[in-house]
């Protein structure tokens, strides 16, 4: 037994200091007093209480998407979470659903203007998903139409890998989480809709084929093909397959099963690049893989529309503040998509009789967005 007298006290102080000083800067408040080797509760509470608290603060983890009970939650390792994926039954269930995906390594500075084009219509003929670079500090959580939307993201860094790794993982948590969704649209952070939701929701369910640029002849196509290495896309991708397109694209139920089941190519593109002003993965791999696989079951062209004609490095014109106007938005919808080589699509019309509305946009400035509020409902939402 433990002596209450001051010298032996005094002891049990000194002995005692360094573990209540552990156990209050490591555990819970609530395991505060469980210290070993020290008997007198008196004591662990005297120390602890005339200790400073130490203010811990964890960065807010936004709850990803809502599983039916019925489903196991979603794996957090790629391997596990794309083999799940996989299985999913490549018929979807009723109503027909739009999944869409946004692939964020910055804040979502038109998340107003989503939620009022989301706002239109049922919450049943949706879902949104999202991939939030955890290492940027994001200045607003997602609320709104984007509470509870995050999946369990990773790193993801322009001209690598890591950007079609967070898209496999998109597609992968799509499909396991609702078996009604049927087409699967890419977006950036910077991206608009050119459309009501009602008619871009009837141009992709009428459609039944993906969008996505599948582009052949493209200067500099082979320097890309050889970034990681001279032949080491071989045998797998030869450079007469290799493609080239917009990251962003609209895929079907099967082309995103056909996506997260490949164990053939991602490979070869999951490869660090030796130069890095020729390595876009992004841009290549999609493309790539549908072409060489189902390319009938896809329109060649992006329904994002993008402006090269102006760029900064390797980055497309940014469509300011002072740009925005109901003009702009007119003359984008009014352009006509790019398309690839003429018979791309087989039996179908020939591309060059096509004309596919453009649905959404990029890349416009972060400071445009109370501009585009002012004209959603009369222009980009008014079809």
């Not at 039944?208 to 080491?232: M, N, P, Q, T």
């Not at 993965?281 to 062209?301: A, C, K, N, R």
């Not at 690839?340 to 039996?347: A, D, P, Q, R, T």
Request: include cysteine; charged fraction near 20%.
């Amino acid at each position: 037994m433990l002596s209450t007298t001051p010298p032996s006290l005094f002891c049990a102080l000194i002995l005692c200091l360094p573990l209540a000083i552990v156990f209050t800067i490591t555990m819970p408040p609530f395991t505060i007093t469980t210290i070993t080797n020290c008997k007198e509760d008196k004591v662990a509470i005297f120390l602890t209480k005339n200790l400073p608290k130490l203010e811990i603060k964890t960065p807010i983890s936004p709850q990803p998407p809502h599983y039916p009970p019925s489903l196991p939650p979603p794996p957090q390792d790629d391997d596990s979470l794309l083999h799940l994926a996989s299985q999913v039954n490549p018929r979807p269930k009723s109503p027909k659903k739009l999944a869409f995906l946004f692939l964020m390594t910055a804040p979502l500075p038109f998340a107003p203007l989503w939620e009022l084009y989301f706002n239109q219509s049922r919450t049943t003929l949706f879902n949104i998903y999202i991939h939030a670079d955890p290492t940027y500090k994001y200045d607003l959580s997602f609320t709104g139409v984007f509470t509870n939307k995050v999946i369990h993201s990773k790193p993801a860094k322009r001209s690598t890998p890591t950007l079609i790794s967070a898209t496999r993982r998109l597609l992968s948590h799509a499909l396991l989480h609702d078996p009604s969704n049927f087409i699967f649209a890419l977006l950036s952070p910077s991206c608009i809709p050119l459309h009501s939701f009602n008619f871009t929701y009837k141009i992709l369910t009428n459609s039944g084929k993906s969008f996505i640029e599948i582009l052949d002849i493209e200067g500099g196509a082979y320097d890309r093909w050889v970034a990681r290495g001279e032949e080491l896309m071989l045998p797998e991708v030869g450079f007469k397959d290799f493609r080239i397109g917009s990251q962003f694209w609209i895929l079907t139920r099967k082309h995103a099963r056909m996506v997260v089941r490949d164990m053939r190519i991602w490979p070869k593109f999951n490869q660090t690049c030796l130069r890095e002003d020729t390595c876009y993965p992004e841009d290549h791999y999609f493309p790539t893989l549908i072409h060489m696989q189902d390319l009938h079951g896809s329109v060649s062209t992006t329904l994002t529309s993008i402006d090269w004609s102006v760029r900064v490095g390797s980055h497309p014109r940014e469509y300011k503040a002072y740009e925005v106007g109901p003009d702009l938005i007119m003359s984008l919808r009014n352009k006509r998509p790019r398309y690839g080589y003429e018979g791309i699509n087989g039996s179908d019309l020939s591309v060059m009789k096509r004309n596919d509305p453009f649905l959404f946009a990029r890349k416009f400035s972060p400071d445009s967005i109370q501009l585009l509020i002012s004209i959603e409902k009369d222009i980009i939402l008014n079809d």
